[in-house]
């Protein structure tokens, strides 16, 4: 009696044992499962966003914000309404501290308001009406030329910083630049089946440039894409093609300091020569190598820029001498808008001393 007595309560507890071990067996295989299957968000701040209720969730990312000593810029309007992922400044630029974002609820807790140019409404009707906060910054993002921006008298006196392409700006953007390379080797230009190329979204009759591209086009051969050529190229044809010109028209739709736009950086880029046609070369050579690019200001007439290229044609030495700069450095684009924000950010965090701006009108369009 004592033996199976004593066997029954030590079966039972083996069986027990056995018990919770298939239970933690269990549990394993599902943690297991969902750590595979569960993609962590891109932040901590936006999973505390997700996580609960919206007034709930703005306190926390607030109180971690302010833990961390982070920097909150507001995006006010999606620059063309386009939206994108603001919360990249510490992936993509290393630039660390910054919480960007275009929920408005944080209006009262922001450093900065960025508020893109184009999107703000000829009324200022769509501009934040709460009383600004006696810390906060706004800033003027613009990256269209004084030509293709509409000057409102009222925004004179409202904003603290300017985010612009000009060099004379607060939060300077480039639409590229040319930074060292990591390594010193010759750079081989792709090969080459079309001479002279142009590439058109907006054609006006009335651009200087297309004054200057229906001349150069009697003098040389052009091979023009875009809508108003019967000659739309998709976005999947974009790249081989603009790379297998050897030169390409960076023709600016406007003429301003400092506007530079993607126009030359992606020929650039590409192991493709511009010809620019926009502000003076003096002003091209103060962000681009004198031997990188042609300007159409070199030549007297389009005729005698026509007869350059088709000498540069035939001579692939002289060619090639517009590649000498890429043994040294490489183009690096700027990342919309992604970029914008996140420089702004990285100002408010460098400088902290009071600012206002009370001449945008004339600084820009004057
Ligand atoms: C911001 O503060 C003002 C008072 O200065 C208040 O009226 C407004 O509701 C607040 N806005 C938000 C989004 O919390
Ligand atoms: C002018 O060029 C800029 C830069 O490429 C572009 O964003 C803009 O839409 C163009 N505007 C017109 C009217 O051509
Ligand atoms: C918070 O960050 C700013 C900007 O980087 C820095 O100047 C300041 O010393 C920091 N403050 C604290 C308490 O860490
Ligand atoms: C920002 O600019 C406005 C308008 O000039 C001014 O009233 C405000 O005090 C400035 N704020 C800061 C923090 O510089």
Known sequence: MEPTGQ???????????????????ILGCFVTAFLMYYKPSTTWLNHLLESSDSAKSIQHVYTATSEKNMTIVLVWLWPFGTKYDTNVCSSIFNIEGCFVTADRNFYNKSDGVVIHHRNIAGDLSNLPKSQRPPFQKWIWMNMESPSHSSQLSGINNLFNLTLNYRRDSDIHVPYGSIVAADTVEDFVPPSKNKLVCWIVSNWSPNHARSKYYNELRNHVKIQAYGRAFNNY??????????????????????THKDYITEKLYIPLSMGTVPVVLGTTRENYENFVPRDAFIHVDDFKSPKELADYLLLLDKNQEM??????????????????????????????????EYRAFNNLNKWYWG
């Open 7 to 25: 066997s029954k309560p030590s079966g039972s507890l083996h069986k027990f044992l056995r018990m919770v071990l298939f239970c933690v067996f």
């Open 233 to 254: 190229l998709s976005d999947k044809d974009y790249t081989p093609t603009m790379s297998s010109c050897k030169f390409y028209l960076s023709f600016e739709n406007s």
């Open 319 to 352: 060619y090639l001498g517009y590649f000498k700069w890429r043994q040294h450095f490489k183009v690096k684009r700027a990342h919309f808008w992604a970029e914008h924000t996140c420089k702004a950010c990285d100002y408010l965090r460098r400088k902290n």
